[in-house]
């Protein structure tokens, strides 16, 4: 990979840092907006993804649901493809629909979190964007992809900082995290890591990315309709004004928007070579963005011990992504778009695969 590629994976890890931290702010602040309603705005951000999923489906040549790496992609050389690619597993399927759910559910979570304690938005942003951290661990443990010293210590930084925006050393003072909204955002970074998880779940079964994302959306389309049902869509629900409808409105599809844009970001910085570990290090610490939105547009400045908080978890989650060992380079460089995304032999490379506020 030529040097050119690193300026390339900071630009589009950059743009995904902001994407996500737009679009994660823009959920909390549905909350103060005048006649929303919680199942529309959650219902109509998963029925819109289930959307693009179909659209996916129409547009792929296999035109199915589930498809392995080695169906997507019939001419590639069957030396790149690790042996588990040509097969599609029950459990990586149960895995891709469960993963799906869990980013509905972490989406759902995180809205309540942000409107438990709109003060703290930027903090509660990191405390779901330690879903790296719980991924690292698993994976540690189930596909031994081991830890250096580093890592492990930034996962002690990443667990002071969450104990101290819970509130552990503010003694009682009342100065930390809402108790409620910290719940409720260590919910949503459980539910988050689950589905990054179940993406490599997924990998190891045989289930290509692209069958994934479509699967992964479908699923939360169709959960979309029960929200959207429980919604309130007459007029007591929303403002009376044109302009406060029209904004509601736009509000409540926004965060849709910045999520397929920073997806693809995302997707175009894994592209650019190499360079992972800073890549996910840049687009993690979107819970920046989420700080510096909500002290400027509405005021909201956390608490002394929240920030502290912030700045020990955000630190861990760059630092465990930056202490990543390399990743070799492919041998053969004219091959390396092609077999990016594929699981391969002898390695245990993987990616995001699907969206989220990651």
Known sequence: MAASGLPVAILWSTIACFLFGVQNYAIAYTNSLPGDDFCRTVGLLWFFTGVCGLGALARHPLHRIFFSEAEAKPGLAESLIAPEAGTVTLLSKTATLGGGLAIGMAQLFMKLSFGADPDAEGPLASVICADVILVSVLCHFVYHEYLNAAQWGSVALVFAGLITMAGVFDGG???????????????AMISFGASIFSVRVAAVGGIAASSGFIARTLILGAFSVPLLIAARWDSSSTSHTHAARFSLESEESFPLHMQAA?????????SAGPYTSISIAI??????????????VEGHVPALSALVGMALTASGCVIISLAAPPEAPPEDEGLEEMSSSLPRKGGNRYSTGGFGAA
Not at 178 to 187: D, E
Not at 262 to 268: A, D, H, P
């Open 283 to 296: 687009f993690g610490s979107n819970s920046l963005v989420v700080l510096l939105l909500a002290a400027i």
């Open 262 to 270: 920073g997806v693809y970001s995302i997707n175009e910085a894994l």
């Open 173 to 187: 003072g009342g100065t930390s995290v809402s108790p409620v909204a910290f719940s409720l955002a260590f919910a």
